[in-house]
């Protein structure tokens, strides 16, 4: 199946998120294999969000995160619950964003050209199933306009898969 994606990402943070929701249902429509869907939800959102390097997926896999599909440089394989913005996100169940990563207590820099994030859990059912992670490499990049639309797209995501 051909699927073209044609976004506009200079419009309006809202606007922009919820395209990405709706185009990220369809991506996932009729598809039952989990690591095909990240795959394209991770690259989907890489080449529609501008500046960031890095758009993935961490996935709950024996009490630790492990990283799944993503665009943008070598990750770290394995993050604990509570450890970084990953972890502990992950452990709140809540989002995270971060406008300076080097302040936050025990980042893990995977990518030593990251300087914001934006992590925020998948939860199916009230079932941790992992975490969408985005950085940046400008500070202060992600805000909550941001925060708000990625919830929506992870939110789509889930509800599809």
Same mark, same amino acid.
């Given at each position: 199946?051909?699927?073209?994606?044609?976004?506009?990402?200079?419009?309006?943070?809202?606007?922009?998120?919820?395209?990405?929701?709706?185009?990220?249902?369809?991506?996932?429509?009729?598809?039952?294999?989990?690591?095909?869907?990240?795959?394209?939800?991770?690259?989907?959102?890489?080449?529609?969000?501008?500046?960031?390097?890095?758009?993935?997926?961490?996935?709950?896999?024996?009490?630790?995160?492990?990283?799944?599909?993503?665009?943008?440089?070598?990750?770290?394989?394995?993050?604990?619950?509570?450890?970084?913005?990953?972890?502990?996100?992950?452990?709140?169940?809540?989002? =995270? $964003? *971060? +406008?300076? &990563?080097?302040?936050?207590?025990?980042?893990?820099?995977? !990518?030593? #050209? /990251?300087? @914001?994030? =934006? $992590? *925020? +859990?998948? &939860?199916?059912?009230?079932?941790?199933?992992?975490?969408? !992670?985005? #950085? /940046?490499? @400008?500070?202060?990049?992600?805000?909550?306009?941001?925060?708000?639309?990625?919830?929506?797209?992870?939110?789509?995501?889930?509800?599809?898969?």
């Amino acid at each position: 199946m051909e699927f073209e994606v044609n976004i506009d990402a200079t419009q309006p943070k809202p606007a922009l998120y919820a395209e990405l929701a709706q185009v990220v249902r369809a991506l996932v429509h009729d598809e039952p294999d989990l690591i095909a869907n990240l795959a394209n939800a991770s690259a989907l959102l890489f080449q529609s969000l501008h500046d960031v390097n890095w758009v993935g997926f961490y996935l709950l896999k024996g009490g630790e995160l492990v990283v799944g599909p993503f665009q943008g440089q070598i990750a770290c394989v394995r993050i604990a619950l509570g450890k970084g913005v990953c972890g502990t996100a992950a452990q709140r169940r809540e989002p =995270i $964003v *971060v +406008p300076n &990563v080097h302040e936050f207590p025990g980042h893990i820099a995977c !990518d030593g #050209d /990251s300087n @914001s994030e =934006i $992590v *925020v +859990p998948m &939860v199916r059912g009230g079932k941790l199933l992992g975490v969408l !992670d985005i #950085d /940046s490499p @400008s500070f202060g990049r992600f805000d909550a306009e941001d925060r708000a639309g990625l919830e929506g797209f992870v939110t789509a995501l889930v509800e599809a898969l």
